[in-house]
């Protein structure tokens, strides 16, 4: 099971070669992008657990780039690195949503700590929400604990997010939840930019329930959603 999803922006080929395979062998899944506008394709239609962006970027810089992922995921923890190390940078890219700052050239060692910081903290806080310990749906089995969606010999590894999204959902299973009472519960408000992000982990998650067609996420029109999960099979 991988420790965590990071999405990592760097242009310079070189170190983000190193970086991934340092990240890698310490076993990490790491989804690398080149420029802003690549890496904001891909967090606005996948889930991480972290992102590492360097500040000084083709297309989009890192500064931008935070803000435009704080639209609609205010609670993914974001690493900048950057070579800038004055007081007024640190304190600038913390002002665009970053959680953390590193300055180049910086250490394996010291962006690992980091990362696992953050990671833990997650843990921690799905450990605190989650219960019950192991849910059986349809053909799936999901431990929230160890974040995994199971189905057969296929295992899924779920961001802390999708984890709590998707075991509130079961909680109330075949329940209409409104959008609002979903926000308040997994997201702790229901502000537009949550709102953004839920649908987007929906998504995410209805994509990994597809393979049982006895399991669907359904849209209740301008109300919310609904897990259901059919005593038999069509």
Not at 141 to 166: C, M, Q, V, Y
Request: charged content about 30%; proline content about 2%.
């Amino acid at each position: 099971m991988t420790k965590g999803r990071i999405l990592y922006v760097e242009d310079d080929l070189t170190l983000s070669f190193v970086t991934r395979d340092n990240l890698e062998m310490r076993g990490y899944s790491v989804d690398f992008s080149e420029d802003g506008i690549t890496a904001l394709e891909k967090i606005s239609t996948k889930s991480y657990d972290i992102c590492i962006l360097d500040v000084m970027l083709p297309k989009m810089d890192g500064f931008t780039l935070a803000r435009k992922i704080r639209v609609f995921n205010e609670e993914i923890p974001i690493i900048f690195l950057t070579a800038r190390s004055t007081r007024e940078d640190k304190i600038f890219g913390l002002q665009q949503g970053g959680d953390d700052y590193i300055t180049k050239p910086f250490s394996i060692e010291e962006l690992v700590l980091k990362i696992e910081v953050f990671l833990k903290r997650s843990k921690i806080q799905l450990r605190h929400e989650k219960k019950p310990e192991l849910f059986l749906f349809g053909h799936f089995s999901f431990s929230p604990e160890n974040l995994r969606l199971t189905f057969g010999e296929n295992h899924h590894d779920l961001t802390h997010r999708e984890a709590i999204l998707l075991a509130f959902l079961l909680q109330n299973k075949g329940k209409v939840l409104r959008r609002e009472d979903i926000l308040n519960s997994v997201w702790g408000n229901d502000h537009f930019f949550s709102s953004r992000s839920m649908d987007v982990f929906i998504s995410r998650l209805r994509k990994l329930l597809k393979s049982d067609t006895k399991v669907r996420i359904e849209s209740v029109h301008n109300v919310g959603y609904r897990l259901v999960v059919s005593e038999s099979y069509d």
